[in-house]
């Protein structure tokens, strides 16, 4: 795979994060492909986003964080390695929910790109800070 590839694939994860940031959900979700499959770390029972997630499960995600944080939330890239059709992702997250607790987490996420589009994501974070902030 050329480096113009990998650094291809870097751009695209770097546009992931900035469409978060903006809260641009249709522009996440058309960085994806339609038969993008995303997994998030956790047990279902204690956090409801957590599992394998379609499109359509990835854009009520987006949706329902952009609800509860109205003042927005920055995804930040930290650090980016690709090689082939893989880009490894450390971000952290930074918002204010509107019920006043603060949302800053830490991931690890593996993308694979195909054809210019994520295909299939990976995300690690803390689950504890998740359940703290989101649902206790």
Request: with cysteine; aromatic share 8%.
């Amino acid at each position: 795979m050329s480096t113009q590839t990998t650094q291809a694939n870097k751009a695209i994860a770097l546009q992931f994060c900035e469409r978060i940031t903006a809260g641009d959900v249709q522009g996440v979700l058309d960085l994806m492909t339609d038969d993008v499959t995303y997994w998030i770390l956790g047990r279902r029972e204690v956090n409801p986003s957590a599992g394998a997630h379609g499109k359509s499960g990835m854009e009520r995600i987006f949706r329902i964080m952009n609800e509860r944080m109205p003042k927005g939330m920055t995804f930040t890239a930290k650090s980016m390695i690709a090689e082939g059709d893989e880009v490894a992702l450390e971000a952290e997250s930074y918002g204010e929910l509107q019920n006043g607790r603060v949302y800053n987490n830490q991931y690890h996420i593996r993308l694979r790109i195909r054809d210019g589009k994520i295909a299939e994501g990976r995300e690690y974070l803390d689950t504890q800070h998740v359940h703290a902030v989101w649902f206790a």
